[in-house]
């Protein structure tokens, strides 16, 4: 089983929706995880942590559930900036390694 | 935030020669670079943690006399695909853990290309 699995979509919503991310991981010790945004043949960028108690960044909304090892990502008001392939991220017990889900791809259409 | 480089952006070579990657901080000092490769359609795969001043640490299943990282200063790794064959076609990305170790950050990658 991955470390951390995510469902690699595509998602094709329209301009304005709102779409969510699912993502479970199975190391009960990792300390944090992130959201990570992909552009084709780029690097990837932060796009935000995520805590148990949920954290809110403009239209971004994450969420940590340690109990089910399990956590979201809420995207509202889509625009067509927003398409890109969301990475699912952990940071490894040591404090160091980042795990890296296969990602879920987002398409926003006009 | 951060900025850390990657050289060359995208490099094409002839199966069986060697081809070397260099990823810098720019404006903050780092003892700790990681080297990561991702496969079309994949994931970021760790393939090692450079440390400076010392051995990398591999990862299970990657050859470290194939892929060599030398991590001399505190501003600069190298990793050299030694032996490079068409399976060693990827993206290769460094990134570079801040002093603080709140965050990494990540070079914009290689693409590498073994005709």
């Known amino acids: 089983r991955k470390e951390v699995e995510q469902d690699p979509g595509p998602f094709n919503v329209p301009e304005g929706a709102t779409v969510a991310f699912n993502c479970t991981y199975s190391?009960?010790?990792?300390?944090?995880f992130f959201w990570y945004r992909q552009d084709c043949r780029k690097e990837p960028k932060l796009l935000m942590s995520?805590?148990?108690s949920g954290n809110e960044d403009g239209r971004f909304t994450a969420q940590l559930n340690r109990a089910s090892q399990y956590i979201s990502l809420l995207i509202r008001d889509s625009k067509l900036s927003d398409s890109a392939t969301y990475l699912c991220?952990?940071?490894?017990?040591?404090?160091?390694?980042?795990?890296f889900g296969t990602g879920t791809r987002l398409a926003v259409r006009p | 935030g951060a900025v850390v480089s990657q050289h060359p952006s995208w490099v094409i070579c002839k199966s069986g020669t060697s081809v070397k990657i260099e990823c810098r901080s720019l404006?903050?000092?780092?003892?700790?670079m990681f080297w990561y490769r991702q496969f079309p359609k994949q994931s970021l795969m760790l393939m090692a943690t450079?440390?400076?001043?010392?051995?990398?640490?591999?990862e299970q299943g990657v050859e470290k006399d194939k892929f060599l990282i030398n991590h001399a200063s505190l501003t600069l790794s190298t990793l050299t695909v030694t032996s490079a064959h068409p399976e060693d076609s990827s993206f290769y990305i460094c990134?570079?853990?801040?002093?603080?170790?709140?965050?990494?950050?990540f070079g914009p990658g290689t693409r590498l290309t073994v005709t």
């Open positions: 450079s440390n400076e001043g010392s051995k990398a640490t591999y």
């Open positions: 190391n009960s010790a990792s300390q944090s």
């Open positions: 991220v952990g940071l490894g017990s040591s404090g160091d390694k980042l795990t």
């Open positions: 995520v805590y148990s």
């Open positions: 404006d903050f000092q780092a003892t700790t």
């Open positions: 990134s570079a853990r801040d002093p603080s170790g709140a965050e990494q950050y």
